[in-house]
């Protein structure tokens, strides 16, 4: 089983920065999909940011200009650089990855267990 750890997450004052890094462990897999999703109290989880394994990535209108995913593949690591935060970015984040396990057709998901960030004055 592929598993996530995230790191990264705290408190910032409203247009600070802050990165989450989310690591794969494991072997046998192969990852094509990473991204981040949040889930803030009394609303629904939104999918923030993907990346593709070839670097293909896409953003929520909502933090587009703001944040940036990346990854290091030889690491199986994905990280969220977030820029100019706002209170409304206040929420839990969420890494995931697909993958594909060694001689199998399967793709599974895994998650993190998540990282708080809060953006207040």
């Known amino acids: 089983q592929v598993q996530l750890v995230e790191s990264g997450g705290g408190l910032v004052q409203p247009g600070g920065s802050l990165r989450l890094s989310c690591a794969a462990s494991?072997?046998?897999?192969?990852?094509?999909?990473m991204g981040w999703y949040r889930q803030a109290p009394g609303k629904q989880r939104e999918l923030v940011a993907t990346?593709?394994?070839?670097?293909?990535?896409d953003y929520a209108d909502s933090v587009k200009g703001r944040f940036t995913i990346s990854r290091d593949n030889a690491k199986n690591t994905v990280y969220l650089q977030m820029n100019s935060l706002k209170p409304e970015d206040t929420a839990v984040y969420y890494c995931?990855?697909?993958?594909?396990?060694?001689?199998?057709?399967?793709?599974?998901?895994?998650w993190g267990q998540g990282a708080q960030v809060t953006v207040s004055s």
């Open positions: 995931f990855a697909n993958y594909r396990r060694y001689y199998s057709d399967s793709v599974v998901g895994s």
């Open positions: 990346i593709t394994s070839g670097g293909s990535t």
């Open positions: 494991g072997s046998g897999f192969s990852i094509s999909t």
